[in-house]
């Protein structure tokens, strides 16, 4: 025994016995390193994952969000204006999304498509599984159906959709938001993702939405959600290509869609895989190094100093590494007490980033301790962090508010690694990333002109205010606030003046209200207010609402002009009006359109019969969307009488409409919903093409040829086709320019007189007659009237109706006529209705008249009859202009 215990001891045997120890836990440490990293490099993979599904479904959840928002409108605007009237409404708006990017429409009950932006063919979609999901199922969400293509649009898209309904609920037919699947993996970023990664969308049904791998775009696979999410952070193969992913999936809320995101495993461990080469390579050169030892001894010497080149060549590298890392290094080493106990840090080493950090050099910190440095650490919890690491290991990290004055940043992200001795404490300044997190945030929830609250966050505080007032018991009040005449300021000063329109008033509004107070902007010159903390009586605001009034209605300088606009108020309450964000904005807004119906400038609060007129102002435009295809209207002819000799020159043609169930419906209540719809266009052109057929009939069945007058609205002179539209109507009736004349309201041709003038000289260059109607209401000046090519001027009736008993009426009636044949115009009166009206109008000059007295507006066939009485007269004198 003795022996062999000497044979150990003696060199040739212990010294190859020591080598094979050694290398044993030469190996053993660098496996269990390997190991170690391995197992890292698998989490951090895996974490990885996790964050970037985080990241992933909120730029999802936010598009898709958008698009619900978009679909709300859409569904709230087809079923209030009919499913043709919705998109014209919400495009004249700019509610309506980019139609570069997304695919809007509206199909009815039957599954035909009857609206969309951009426009499209017609097409029936009843066979498609979202039409038969809503059109079976009463469902309030919005349905996420297959990627799929259509005649109408031969791309492939996913369809967003939902159900409309009808007043009784019934299935009314579906909106529909369509986008591109590539879409929703545009984010895609190879710096994070790499070449094999994975963004995508999947239904709860499994069916791949959308799925991006690099540059490969794809949809239609199947995946089982249930088999990724039974085993997180544990890569699996992909179905479709075989590559093993980590694989994160989130359930995206409130939809039946979950969003995936994949990091290929090769990639995500390719660094690992380099280490691993590299400690196996560094492993064996120990061994072959000790090998050598035991067979070399002699070599001993250089074998040492080889080691500590290598020692040195590592705290190189580690120096190198730590200088060039954008996060600050310290490395603290505990000290104790005679317990054992923590009781302090000294700092054994930082880096130059930790220098920048602090504002102090190395040699000045590693002379301090933690404690005496920052004697807040003790306070603070910070001290207790890092004395828990270094006792128990592991990593603690967190994020927040820098609350350390002695570090340069707003904000930190602290990760502390517990090693021998001490700690690594490695911190990281993200301010900037934080404030970018803050403008991204910020411009996401505020209008980018004006800077106030965009709809999507006036919404969300409304809520948060009903719900705050539905514990309390207080009320909420809720300002839908329209400008008036906006449209007019850039028209005449452009879209740079109504920018800074719009600022301005955002600013007054602003400066009117509580602080707890909202003012946001809903789109275009539309603002919402939401006012919450009330009591019961609302009323107690009025003050508040009518400074708003008169601060928005003060003068403002825009483009070196003093422009001045005023604003209607609608008003609904919480919860006197509504219990909801959608019904109170609603309400709001129908109370606004009272206000303006009121003669703007003014404030309204919502009452119940408000409802009532706008169900009656949609049922009358839907009806009158009808009425011309279905021969609803018609001319009635109000005939014109040259004073001198008493004979009919001409006619006034004037629509009507015959509505089948609700009977005759004034110009009066219809022209206004003509012009706000745009449909006083095709009308307007349809009254022109009548007026001009019924003209050349008379001429054919050899009567005198009269003089025809149309109206032409605001609107039909600002389309840049009348003049094409009238030489067409003209052309098809085969009437002679010379019988037409047009008549322009004084008000329409101020707006831009230059404009103005180029049009009705084209018009007059035809050799159509023009007139100027209701003159002396408007506010024209004598020198844009000499320059306009009128032909006669028609005195309003309101200046006619008492001239019998009023002196102001009489002057000015009186002034007209001497203007007119001053400027060589004829001058006609209209509302002609006593004896004592055509006698003082005859006395002093005036050239024509038209009214009851006369006749009323008759259809064609009475002024054919007229025609034909005064042709068995013994003469028969016709004035043409």
Sequence with gaps: MKRWLRMCLETQVSLPLFTIVLLAVVWAATLHFIDSEEVAARELAAESASEMIA?????????????????????????????????PDLQAHGLLPSGLVFIVSIVDAHGDTVASNPAAPPLNVAQEDYFRFHQQQRSNYTYIAQVMRDPANQDWHLHFTRRLEDARGAFAGVAIVEVDPAYFTSGYERSRLGEQGV????????????????????????????????RPGVPLPASWDGVKRYTAVRQLAGLHLSAVVGLAEGEQMAAFAAQRRQLLWEAGVASAVLILLAAMAWACVWLGAKARRRIRRAQETYAAASE?????????????????????????????????????????????????????????????????????????QEEGPNATPQLRAEWLHWQVVGVEGGVVAIVRDISERKRAEERIYHMA?????????????????????????ERNGESVLVAFIDLDSFKLVNDTLGHNAGDELLKEVANRMVGCVRREDTVGRFGGDEFVLVLPHLDDDPQVLVPLLN???????????????????????????????????????????????????????????????????M???????????????????????????????????????????????????????????????????PIGEWVLREACRQARAWQDAGLPPLVVSVNVSARQFDDPRLVERVASALAWSGLCP????????????????????????????????????????????LAALKSFP?????????????????????????????????????????????????????????????????????????????????????????FAP
């Design 547 to 613: 400074k708003i009034l008169e601060s928005v209605v003060e003068p403002i300088v825009l483009e070196g002009q003093k422009m001045q606009v005023s604003c209607s108020i609608g008003v609904a309450v919480y919860p006197r009006d509504g219990r909801d964000s959608d019904t109170l904005m609603m309400h709001a807004d129908a109370a606004m359109y009272r206000a303006k119906e009121s003669g703007k400038n003014n404030c309204q609060f919502y009452m119940q019969e408000m409802n009532a007129g």
């Design 738 to 781: 010379q019988w037409l004349e047009l008549e322009l309201t004084e008000s329409m041709v101020m707006r831009d007189t230059a404009q103005s003038v180029a049009k009705m000289r084209q018009l007059e260059a035809m050799g159509i007659a023009l007139a100027i109607d209701d003159f002396g209401t408007g506010y024209s000046s």
């Design 324 to 396: 060039s890392n954008m996060d600050a290094f310290f490395v603290l080493r505990a000290i104790r007490n005679k317990e054992g106990a923590v009781v302090d840090f000294k700092f054994a080493a930082i880096n130059s980033r930790a220098e920048q950090l602090t504002g102090i050099s190395r040699s000045e910190l590693r002379a301090q301790t933690l404690c005496g440095w920052l004697p807040a650490a003790r306070h603070n919890g910070m001290f207790e962090r890092l004395a828990h690491v270094t006792e128990n290991g592991g990593v603690h």
């Design 445 to 469: 929830h505020h209008d980018t002109l004006t800077g106030l609250p965009n709809r999507s966050l006036i919404c969300d505080r409304l809520q948060q205010s009903i719900a705050h007032a």
């Design 199 to 230: 963004l995508g969308l999947v239904g709860d049904d499994g069916v791949v939405r959308a799925l991006r791998v690099g540059d490969r775009q794809s949809f239609g696979q199947r995946i089982d959600l249930a088999a990724l999410q039974a």
């Design 790 to 878: 009128i032909t006669r001027l028609k005195i309003d009736q309101s200046f006619v109706r008492d001239l019998a008993g009023s002196a102001d009426d009489q002057a000015i009636t009186c002034a007209i006529i001497s203007l007119s044949h001053q400027l060589d115009m004829r001058v006609i009166a209209e509302g002609v209705e006593t004896e004592q009206q055509r006698s003082f109008l005859q006395q002093h000059g005036c050239d024509e008249v038209q009214g009851y007295l006369y006749s009323r507006p008759v259809p064609a066939q009475r002024i054919t009859a007229m025609l034909l009485g005064e042709e068995v007269a013994d003469e028969v004198t016709m």
């Design 55 to 87: 990241t992933y479904e909120a730029q999802v959840a936010r598009s898709i969000n958008g698009i619900e928002q978009t679909l709300k409108v859409l569904k709230y605007s087809a079923e209030r204006q009919g499913a043709r009237g919705a998109l």
């Design 615 to 681: 169900e009656e102002k949609l049922a009358l435009t839907d009806g009158l969307r009808k009425a011309l295809a279905e021969n609803q209207l018609s001319l009635a002819y109000q005939p014109k009488v040259n004073l001198e000799s008493g004979r009919m020159f001409g006619v006034e043609a004037l629509l009507r409409w015959q509505h089948p169930q609700r009977g005759n419906i004034t110009p009066a209540q219809f022209i206004p919903l003509a012009e706000e719809n745009g449909l006083i266009i």
